[in-house]
């Protein structure tokens, strides 16, 4: 299945498939009719000082993905990250949409790249993980 990435401010194409704003932040200036954002998983983006931390350090894009990733392995990104695989999983087409003017190094090219397997998805979550995260879920609910 195609990923692909985009800044959120270009226009939205057919071609685009579902499109997933994965910031934590709703883009400066835009409205969510001209996003045509299909789901916003903010949970899936940086912490804000992750975030903070690269804008001022824009070299250490190594370190910025190590520590990223393991972000994603936090129960927080956990469902975020869940939900952007199922997404993965039932499209056709995924566009990743980020707001960042670095095209190059952001959160979405992690992302895409975790999606397309060239990177390993932190412990605990991916596809196979799906099942897991619903049983523990379905363990965790009150019984009635």
């Known amino acids: 299945m195609p990923v692909a990435i985009k800044r959120v401010y270009e226009k939205a194409a057919r071609a685009d498939g579902t499109r997933v704003l994965v910031d934590r932040l709703w883009p400066r200036g835009l409205t969510k009719a001209r996003a045509a954002v299909?789901?916003?998983?903010?949970?899936?983006?940086?912490?804000?000082?992750?975030?903070?931390?690269?804008?001022a350090r824009p070299e250490a894009w190594v370190a910025?993905?190590?520590?990223?990733m393991k972000e994603l392995a936090r129960p927080e990104a956990a469902t975020?990250?869940?939900?952007?695989?199922?997404?993965?999983?039932?499209?056709?087409?995924?566009?990743?949409?980020?707001?960042?003017?670095?095209?190059?190094?952001?959160?979405?090219?992690?992302?895409?790249?975790?999606?397309?397997?060239?990177?390993?998805?932190?412990t605990g979550t991916g596809p196979g993980a799906i099942g897991a995260v619903r049983e523990r879920q379905a363990r965790s609910r009150p019984r009635r």
């Open 80 to 122: 975020a990250l869940d939900e952007l695989y199922h997404l993965a999983d039932q499209r056709k087409r995924l566009t990743l949409l980020f707001a960042s003017k670095n095209e190059e190094r952001n959160n979405a090219v992690v992302l895409k790249d975790l999606l397309e397997g060239m990177r390993k998805p932190p």
């Open 38 to 55: 299909d789901a916003w998983l903010r949970d899936l983006a940086p912490s804000d000082a992750l975030r903070h931390w690269f804008h």
């Open 64 to 68: 910025f993905r190590k520590r990223y």
